[in-house]
């Protein structure tokens, strides 16, 4: 074997994915040849220096993520259904499904678990009068009363709710009023997430800042606040949003969303922030946040503590 | 239960037949046991693949809802493992091609005293003790980070699967759709890569 031919095969070699007969003329050459053997060498040491950036995960973010996920589960698959997998599409697909006013009493997933309830109160087939109650694909029931009279006929009332669909761009400024609408209402924080994430683009529109500024400091789901963040990061310089990013930064219990807040925050000099970050260097846990302040009250010569 | 690095290739552990499969008729406890099978390689691959907590994040929420809504129609004819990991590289490939196209470094913030890497600020506390060190260990680790961005999107996954996540090229080459000879070849691209960007640190 020449000595290219060994230098091409040296990093398989060392992750062992050489075939034996490979392997065996592979070292058979490197012990006696001394320039493939430091080639070799050197290949061990570059991934030795690689492997000191793998970088773990924080138990936090794990944490995180898997309460994001089931969050988002628990919201559309609580119900048992005929094809829960499908269920769940439609509900994590809709955005704006069942959206038909703005404010609405009901979420998206709890009305479509009651039209599935619905349909199967009414299986297809079943002889019962439909002329007006016919749960056809997109309508959910919310049944009212249910009374036997003397004939032996069952008397049922029902609120109906008709999923419809609306399309537009986003800088539509209704379809803005329903996605602001399904930013503070919706039960889903799926839905929440979806909303926030189309809105962050249009911040300089007073309402959507609101709605932003609202979700980060209000929203239970770290997944939603921090979209919101992503739309307040190129308004940071405003009053307002400032006094919305010092109460996150503050207040939320969220590790990943402090430490997002604290980048948006520093990136400015601001003297007026000097009270807070100091409180901060006390009390703060995270690591990350507490050194982002003291370089931020360093740079502009306060000092790290009250005393 | 098969384990989460995927050397058991394309065998189907017992264990996680029976989850998907319980998974598949509705069942949250075992799709939750699924998830925690698999969930803590995934968001560690997302992690060194794309070096943001936030995009990590992203990619863990987006691959498990792929999974959940998808699941039903998973056949076995791979391993859930591959099928997962198919998934997750498909996610973050995109992920890195975007980044490719925009030149972007998602673990640099653009501050006003200039860019500042994330990862760096949680080894600062540590290295305080030892300046020199941590300089060192800061030039080191934005040399690596800046070889790896040199890489295509393709072989930093081969690289990446390989090197950090120790799966077999054979796998590999499954999970990216493609063989095991093709897989080989992109590794040795990587590798050479990073020997010519890196060789002088070694």
């Known amino acids: 074997m020449t000595c290219d031919a060994v230098r091409k095969l040296i990093p398989l070699y060392y992750y062992g994915e050489l075939t034996p007969e490979e392997e065996d003329q592979a070292e058979a050459h490197i012990h006696e040849c001394g320039a493939c053997a430091r080639e070799m060498e050197s290949a061990r040491a570059l991934a030795a220096a690689l492997d000191r950036r793998t970088m773990e995960p924080a138990a936090s973010l794990l944490a995180d993520c898997r309460a994001d996920l089931a969050a988002a589960i628990r919201g559309g698959a609580a119900k048992p259904a005929r094809q829960p997998w499908r269920l769940w599409l439609d509900a994590a697909g809709a955005t704006l499904a069942g959206l038909n006013r703005w404010r609405q009493p009901l979420g998206a997933m709890a009305l479509i678990a009651v039209g599935f309830f619905a349909a199967r109160l009414v299986p297809a087939g079943s002889g019962v009068s439909t002329a007006s109650f016919g749960p056809s694909e997109g309508v959910f029931v919310n049944v009212r009363s249910a009374q036997q009279d003397g004939a032996g006929r069952v008397r049922i009332a029902y609120d109906e709710t008709r999923r419809r669909e609306v399309s537009g761009r986003i800088d539509n400024p209704d379809i803005q009023k329903m996605l602001v609408a399904a930013a503070h209402e919706e039960d889903d924080p799926g839905v929440r997430v979806e909303s926030v994430d189309l809105l962050k683009g249009r911040a300089a529109s007073d309402e959507v800042r609101d709605a932003l500024m609202n979700a980060l400091l209000h929203d239970s789901n770290p997944g939603v606040r921090l979209k919101a963040l992503e739309g307040l990061k190129p308004l940071a310089a405003e009053p307002p949003v400032r006094g919305a990013l010092s109460q996150a930064l503050q207040f939320d219990d969220n590790d990943a969303v402090r430490m997002q807040v604290v980048d948006v925050l520093t990136m400015r000099r601001d003297d007026a922030m000097v009270g807070m970050l100091q409180n901060l260097v006390q009390r703060e846990d995270n690591s990350y946040v507490r050194l982002k302040c003291e370089k931020a009250l360093k740079e502009m010569n306060a000092s790290i503590g009250t005393f | ?202």
């Open chain 2, 1 to 202: 239960m098969q384990d989460a690095t995927g050397t058991a290739g394309a065998r189907v552990s017992p264990d996680v037949d029976s989850l998907v499969r319980a998974a598949q008729r509705g069942d949250q406890v075992a799709f939750e046991q699924l998830v925690r099978a698999y969930d803590q390689s995934v968001l560690r691959l997302a992690m060194n693949l794309l070096r943001s907590p936030e995009d990590a994040r992203d990619v863990y929420q987006e691959a498990f809802l792929r999974v959940y809504r998808n699941l039903h129609a998973f056949r076995f004819d791979c391993s859930f493992h591959t099928w997962l990991y198919r998934i997750v590289t498909n996610i973050c490939l995109d992920q890195l091609r975007k980044r490719k196209v925009r030149k972007e470094e998602s673990a640099v913030v653009e501050t006003a005293e200039g860019a500042i890497d994330r990862t760096e600020a949680f080894e600062e506390e540590s290295a305080a003790a030892n300046p020199e060190r941590a300089t060192w260990n800061r030039q080191l680790g934005q040399r690596i980070d800046n070889a790896l961005e040199d890489l295509t999107p393709r072989e930093r996954m081969v690289f990446e699967l390989r090197h950090y996540q120790g799966l077999r090229l054979r796998n590999i080459g499954e999970v990216l759709g493609t063989s095991e000879e093709a897989a080989k070849n992109c590794l040795f691209r990587a590798t050479q890569k990073m020997r010519h960007l890196l060789g002088d640190l070694v």
